[in-house]
């Protein structure tokens, strides 16, 4: 048998404060709004990739344990961009030796983590 495909992904995450959540997302990362379910919103990342908040009281407080890395050749752009936005960051951009990327880490309204990320490994744009 076979493998079956997939066609798209998406990565739901939990917020108290879905308007603000937009805010984030649609006027700060300008993503494009793919879907809108009144207590969830999904969003497009890059061609099939998708980012979803859902509206739950009982969503974390204080967010742990999760990392929301977007991969770009723009790290020092989006720094600037988004830095000028005022959008937190704990990390500006550096080289992590231990992996072989050139990174930074912002903070959504949430508390979650975003990483934007460049590899400096050839082999991970080489398919």
Not at 21 to 28: D, G, I, M, P, S
Not at 31 to 41: E, K, S
Request: hydrophobic share 35%; glycine share 8%.
């Amino acid at each position: 048998m076979s493998r079956p495909g997939i066609n798209q992904q998406i990565t739901f995450l939990y917020t108290r404060d879905l308007a603000r959540t937009a805010q984030f997302y649609e006027e700060l990362l300008e993503l494009p709004l793919t879907l809108d379910q009144g207590g969830c919103r999904i969003y497009r990342i890059n061609g099939d990739a998708y980012l979803g908040f859902c509206e739950r009281e009982t969503a974390p407080e204080k967010p742990q344990g999760v990392l929301f890395t977007l991969v770009t050749q723009e790290v020092d752009a989006w720094y600037a961009y988004l830095h000028t936005r005022g959008v937190p960051f704990d990390k500006p951009p550096a080289i992590n030796e231990t992996y072989g990327i050139y990174h930074c880490f912002a903070r959504d309204p949430n508390g979650y983590v975003i990483e934007i990320q460049r590899f400096l490994d050839d082999a991970w744009n080489s398919g």
